[in-house]
């Protein structure tokens, strides 16, 4: 049902001067560009004089991003005020801002805030409304994790876009600018203005657990390109984007969710790997970074996170690279960041390190109280607190906020999951999609030839649970093209029994197509494939995440990479599959020997394309 969302609240006040341009923008629904926004530089008086106003747990409030549960800011489901009242002692997002006077909310899926588009703006508004209802009224900043791919919290109907490995597959900064853009104008519309993306870390390690596919790719050059290009892409759209996770999370063998990863990298492969897409961002004028809990000691010696290092923070982001804009740690909830130190000091030591935004932590009375007892204290000084304030303000500024931070639903049923948008999120999928091996040149498959289509495979749970089980799309994407296509969800553990079945169904087929999902040595995945290229029924293998499948399988006539498993990628390597489009895809890591890791199967830019 398409009804326009009910007037926003009372208070429109008009803070800061605006330029023409946000006016404008504001008067017709469109999202300013940053670039064209409110002038927050040369307007740092009036920012001065609001900061002015500020009791001190008001400005400490400021500083803090953090989750809420539930759909609306004022009415949110029993369950969501019970987490609310367990985890923050409020009970929904407008008592979170009334207490705590938070300067940002992060939307997750988890936490029921993005269910559909019209109740994401309508959450957003209400949150809003709650920001200008306060003594000193200040907009928040909403933000979330959509970084495509398999980062996803908005989910359709949504624009779903290739995520950065795909992008780096595809090697096109328009397509990366593109998709940024298209990201970000949805995003706007919905009143999410700072995004955690692009992720600016350079995967050189095909272990690493929590980077990978996340990553554009494993040559630091061709990485900082595409960072550079969706920055601008984002924030054309009117969105602050975050390069992340500095200083460089691309080598860790260990997930900074769950334990404290070291990396190893001397000072001089750090500024020759990690730093160059960090300095493209840079110079490509990102509003935010994000640091990462991770361990540098060629950097910091001390065995401090990045995130609590102000040799890396400071030393190195704000005076070694010249950025001014605004840090936002990673989660403080996340394991990386509390090894070493209680959740009372996380935040006050982020703060000292040179950190601006403190992101979700797990106690919010806790480290927002921390903050506001070390200032009294003389841990920290207001001064020092007025610096990230006014970082924080400068782009709220710059993205008119304080002009208008509401949004409505003819706005959002004009951008978000607009028919163009869709159409070219399936154009820029297919230039990513890599064959990587194609024996005898068996693709592309002939309806004619190969007209009878088993899909089988690992059904990854969708990243914004929407789409999806890939199995699925990937037969009705066959069907459509005058294929006679059935799927069977054998799943990333293939039992004994689901392999029977699928050794089965595959009896009279003319192709099997089977998704693969991060295989491992002993994963019983590699047990599903034997089976069924000994049937003698030609096998085609789709790696569905990690591009590194391919050198754990043997006896496939043909290998795709698509990075995610999103139905816009799985229709693309259908109509790559058929010859509807052709391969163009290139590797963007190198896939090394399964048994013998110095020995490279198909090194950097490896691709096939047909005759």
């Not at 009415?75 to 997002?93: C, F, H, M, S, Y």
């Not at 840079?282 to 996170?305: F, K």
């Amino acid at each position: 049902m398409h009804h326009r969302a009910p007037s926003p609240a009372p208070s429109r006040r008009t803070l800061l001067t605006v330029t023409a341009a946000a006016a404008a923008a504001a008067v017709t629904g469109a999202t300013a560009p940053l670039a064209h926004a409110a002038e927050g530089r040369h307007d740092d008086r009036g920012l001065q004089d609001l900061v002015s106003r500020m009791s001190l747990e008001e400005k400490v409030g400021q500083l803090f991003v953090m989750r809420v549960y539930g759909h609306s800011a004022t009415a949110p489901d029993q369950a969501d005020i019970d987490a609310n009242l367990k985890e923050i002692g409020v009970r929904t997002a407008a008592e979170l801002v009334e207490r705590y006077h938070v300067g940002g909310v992060i939307y997750f899926t988890w936490a029921h805030n993005t269910r559909d588009p019209h109740q994401i703006a309508d959450l957003s508004n209400g949150i809003q409304r709650a920001a200008l209802a306060q003594g000193t009224p200040v907009p928040l900043l909403i933000s979330t994790d959509q970084e495509h791919g398999v980062v996803a919290r908005v989910g359709r109907p949504a624009t779903l876009l290739p995520g950065a490995m795909a992008l780096g597959a595809g090697g096109s900064h328009a397509d990366a600018r593109k998709a940024g853009q298209i990201a970000g104008a949805e995003l706007a519309a919905l009143g999410i203005r700072q995004d955690y993306a692009p992720v600016a870390d350079v995967n050189v390690n095909p272990a690493n657990p929590v980077i990978g596919v996340r990553s554009f790719g494993a040559d630091s050059e061709a990485v900082a390109g595409l960072v550079a290009a969706q920055v601008k892409g984002y924030q054309r759209a009117g969105v602050a984007a975050t390069s992340k996770h500095f200083p460089g999370h691309g080598d860790t063998a260990v997930d900074s969710h769950n334990g404290l990863p070291v990396i190893t990298h001397t000072a001089e492969q750090w500024a020759a790997i990690d730093a160059p897409p960090f300095q493209a961002a840079i110079r490509a004028g990102i509003e935010s970074i994000m640091t990462a809990h991770i361990v540098v000691p060629a950097l910091d010696p001390s065995g401090d996170p990045a995130t609590l290092s102000r040799p890396i923070l400071t030393g190195i982001l704000r005076e070694r690279l010249g950025f001014d804009g605004v840090v936002v740690t990673d989660s403080l909830s996340m394991e990386g960041v509390r090894t070493k130190y209680g959740d009372d000091r996380v935040p006050v030591l982020a703060l000292k390190a040179g950190a601006d935004q403190l992101l979700n932590p797990p106690k919010l009375d806790v480290a927002w109280n921390a903050v506001v007892q070390a200032v009294k204290g003389g841990e920290l000084t207001e001064e020092r607190l007025d610096e990230s304030i006014l970082r924080i303000l400068r782009m709220k500024a710059k993205l008119g906020l304080f002009d208008d931070p509401y949004v409505t639903h003819a706005g959002v049923d004009r951008v978000v999951g607009a028919a163009g948008h869709l159409a070219q999120a399936d154009r820029i999928a297919e230039r990513t999609t890599t064959l990587v091996v194609n024996e005898d040149g068996f693709l592309p498959l002939s309806r004619r030839t190969h007209p009878k289509v088993l899909v089988v495979g690992a059904d990854p749970a969708s990243p914004s649970g929407t789409t999806g089980p890939p199995t699925g799309v990937l037969a009705a994407a066959f069907t459509e093209l005058g294929f006679t296509a059935k799927a069977l969800s054998t799943g990333s553990v293939p039992t004994a029994a689901l392999i029977e079945q699928a050794v089965a169904a595959a009896a009279g087929q003319d192709v099997v197509v089977v998704g693969t999902y991060n295989l491992t040595a002993t994963t019983s995945q590699l047990a599903l494939l034997a089976r069924l290229t000994a049937t003698g029924v030609p096998v085609v293998t789709i790696a569905l995440r990690n591009p590194y499948d391919v050198a754990r399988v043997t006896g496939q006539r043909a290998s795709l990479a698509t990075y995610s498993w999103t139905d816009v990628e799985m229709r693309a390597a259908v109509r790559v599959m058929t010859g509807h489009a052709r391969p163009r895809g290139r590797l963007p890591v190198a896939v090394q020997s399964a048994t013998d890791p110095t020995r490279v199967l198909y090194p950097v830019g490896h691709g096939l394309s047909y005759r």
